[in-house]
């Protein structure tokens, strides 16, 4: 009881801060609360308490903190280890975009010009001239010169065909033709996807690829489409793989697709790995749909080799199922193998540059499907009711509806329907795609992923040193973030007496919130991805490693100051 009350105040403080503070957040959800709860609302039940929790996301909790830290009681400089936006950027391949610009434009100036107007690059002789324009002893050309060979040896390319296409696309003169994604494009990003997310393997029917506005954009695109086209209804079941990253927690129920979710867990004791019997629940066929993270977000693990034969095994048993898999950090995994490669019959892939890049303000990440797929047969399976609406809606934009495929639908259905031929990603962020994946594919090793990972490596291991917790170092760990168990911390190292008394005391909140405002660092709510109580995610990735020793420090601090008032209550008890 006690304990619940110390949670409510950490609510009602919360509440008031925010009103203090003034930040503009919605407040629809705490109003929703307050007018159910009336005046008893300081005795909210457990369960409104959780929900409450719930609705205000942890991104929503980290926006607050992150005002508190900024002017924090001890004046320190703000440590923010809640963002998952890298502190790096790849700066070859801007080097590169820029280059490539300058080639098309200067191609485009051939034509003609008149004061700023020039015309349209032509393709005839593009290579020749690409050859002459780019110097062989300069870093940034080279690169650009081995990748254009690259393509030309090994993807069996036309230079002109490919050059045409780089030049239009970065000029960005044309409408993208096809809308879906550029050819040679879809070429580059498939070689991309088969090093670095499936091993090697390169699934045998051939992966169409729709490149979007992100992964963010992706996510919205399928789970809109997939209810549009009615393969996903009001009140079917889906799977999604917990803890995870907080969007696809709210779209099931936020976007009113109405959807139940059934969570399929992972924990710290299996290494945040998907056991047998939680993996069994998708044997369930009412269960249409399965969505995960891999490796996962916030635990930043990969499936384990045995776990991805149990997935195929289990699988197997749901032939209709539809799986849902965000490969965003696969890279940040030496071997990586993507449940897509085991399965592609049945899954659609979510990739985003974002994350390994230092690139989340270009909006750039992709959809991939096989091109023989679960989701165009269960289409052909429709009731003939669905089917003819369907028809209908997508006429305006081909002339044969019926084999219209999932993958086209879903690139029609990204503006409205009937603006299909003008759909598509902008090419210039194509480009900027392709210059990424060559990056990757043109020479046999990629030393800048090596770099990214070593660089979350050192800060993972001199964070976890520094907290004195037990490390990880097993390949799945992705390390890009990790959820550091304070409860578990505590009763290690502060005994259980004092563990207790924390719980009872001081809210998880509570002690985020006083980390924020007394010591200016700021780290995420774990519950928020329906991670345990008592934990939080801290990302690896935007900050250098001696802020990751000066975190520790400044927590252990807090805990101190935490313990000084339980001895001096215990001291109080006894008297
Ligand atoms: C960061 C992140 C993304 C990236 O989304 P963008 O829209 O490409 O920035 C996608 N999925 C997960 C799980 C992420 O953590």
């Given amino acids: 009881m006690k304990s619940m009350k110390k949670a409510v105040t950490g609510i009602v403080s919360l509440l008031m801060t925010l009103c203090l503070t003034g930040c503009s957040l919605d407040?629809?959800?705490?109003?929703?609360?307050?007018?159910?709860?009336?005046?008893?609302?300081?005795?909210?039940?457990?369960?409104?308490?959780?929900?409450?929790?719930?609705?205000?996301?942890?991104?929503?909790?980290?926006?607050?903190?992150?005002?508190?830290?900024?002017?924090?009681?001890?004046?320190?400089?703000?440590?923010?280890?809640?963002?998952?936006?890298?502190?790096?950027?790849?700066?070859?391949?801007?080097?590169?975009?820029?280059?490539?610009?300058?080639?098309?434009?200067?191609?485009?100036?051939?034509?003609?010009?008149?004061?700023?107007?020039?015309?349209?690059?032509?393709?005839?002789?593009?290579?020749?001239?690409?050859?002459?324009?780019?110097?062989?002893?300069?870093?940034?050309?080279?690169?650009?010169?081995?990748?254009?060979?690259h393509c030309v040896k090994d993807l069996d390319m036309d230079k002109d065909e490919l050059l045409f296409e780089f030049a239009n696309g970065i000029t960005g003169d044309y409408y993208p033709s096809p809308s879906r994604c550029l050819?040679?494009?879809?070429?580059?990003?498939?070689?991309?996807?088969?090093?670095?997310?499936?091993?090697?393997?390169?699934?045998?029917?051939?992966?169409?690829?729709?490149?979007?506005?992100?992964?963010?954009?992706?996510?919205?695109?399928?789970?809109?489409?997939?209810?549009?086209?009615?393969?996903?209804?009001?009140?079917?079941?889906?799977?999604?793989?917990?803890?995870?990253?907080?969007?696809?927690?709210?779209?099931?129920?936020?976007?009113?697709?109405?959807?139940?979710?059934?969570?399929?867990?992972?924990?710290?004791?299996?290494?945040?790995?998907?056991?047998t019997a939680e993996l069994n629940k998708l044997k369930d066929k009412e269960i249409k749909a399965f969505f995960l993270v891999n490796p996962s977000n916030p635990a930043s693990h990969a499936l384990s080799p045995a776990t991805l034969d149990a997935l195929e095994e289990v699988v197997s048993g749901n032939p209709d199922l539809i799986i849902l898999t965000d490969d965003v950090y696969g890279t940040f995994v030496e071997g990586f193998e993507s449940v897509y490669s085991r399965l592609p019959y049945q899954t659609i892939l979510v990739y985003s540059f974002s994350k390994l890049y230092g690139a989340t303000g270009w909006r750039t990440g992709l959809i991939a499907m096989s091109r023989d797929n679960v989701c165009d047969r269960l289409l052909s399976e429709l009731s003939a009711e669905d089917q003819k609406a369907l028809y209908n809606e997508y006429a305006i934009a081909v002339t044969d509806p019926s084999s219209m495929k999932f993958i086209e639908r879903l690139t029609a259905d990204s503006r409205s329907i009937g603006l299909y031929h003008t759909s598509g990603l902008s090419t210039p962020s194509q480009i900027f795609m392709d210059i990424m994946a060559l990056s990757h594919t043109t020479y046999g090793r990629d030393e800048y992923i090596e770099l990214a990972n070593d660089t979350v490596n050192e800060r993972y291991i001199t964070l976890m040193d520094a907290l004195g917790i037990a490390k990880d170092l097993s390949g799945e760990n992705a390390e890009y973030y990790t959820i550091v168990d304070i409860n578990a911390m505590i009763e290690d190292q502060y005994g259980s007496d004092f563990a207790r008394w924390r719980i009872d005391n001081i809210s998880d909140l509570d002690f985020l919130?006083?980390?924020?405002?007394?010591?200016?660092?700021?780290?995420?709510?774990?519950?928020?991805?329906?991670?345990?109580?008592?934990?939080?995610?801290?990302?690896?990735?935007?900050?250098?490693?001696?802020?990751?020793?000066?975190?520790?420090?400044?927590?252990r601090e807090l805990l101190e100051e935490y313990y000084v008032k339980f001895e001096e209550e215990a001291l109080g008890a006894d008297a």
């Fill in 183 to 275: 050819t040679h494009t879809e070429a580059i990003l498939n070689e991309f996807l088969v090093s670095a997310l499936f091993n090697g393997n390169e699934p045998e029917n051939g992966t169409d690829i729709f490149p979007t506005e992100g992964g963010s954009a992706a996510m919205s695109y399928i789970f809109h489409t997939l209810n549009h086209n009615r393969l996903l209804k009001p009140g079917d079941k889906i799977a999604i793989a917990t803890p995870i990253f907080t969007p696809y927690l709210e779209i099931p129920d936020v976007n009113d697709y109405g959807l139940v979710s059934v969570n399929v867990a992972s924990d710290e004791e299996h290494n945040w790995d998907i056991d």
């Fill in 27 to 149: 407040y629809s959800a705490l109003r929703h609360h307050n007018e159910n709860e009336g005046a008893e609302s300081v005795s909210m039940t457990a369960e409104t308490q959780e929900q409450f929790q719930e609705e205000l996301s942890a991104f929503e909790i980290t926006a607050l903190q992150r005002e508190l830290a900024a002017d924090n009681k001890a004046g320190y400089p703000v440590l923010d280890a809640g963002r998952g936006n890298p502190n790096w950027i790849n700066g070859k391949v801007r080097h590169a975009f820029t280059r490539l610009m300058d080639f098309a434009t200067s191609e485009c100036e051939l034509v003609f010009v008149e004061g700023d107007m020039a015309g349209h690059g032509k393709k005839e002789g593009i290579g020749d001239r690409f050859d002459a324009f780019m110097d062989e002893t300069d870093e940034t050309d080279k690169f650009l010169i081995d990748a254009v060979e």
């Fill in 513 to 555: 919130n006083d980390l924020a405002e007394k010591k200016g660092v700021v780290l995420m709510y774990g519950p928020g991805f329906e991670a345990p109580e008592g934990s939080v995610r801290i990302s690896l990735a935007n900050l250098n490693t001696q802020d990751y020793v000066e975190i520790a420090e400044r927590i």
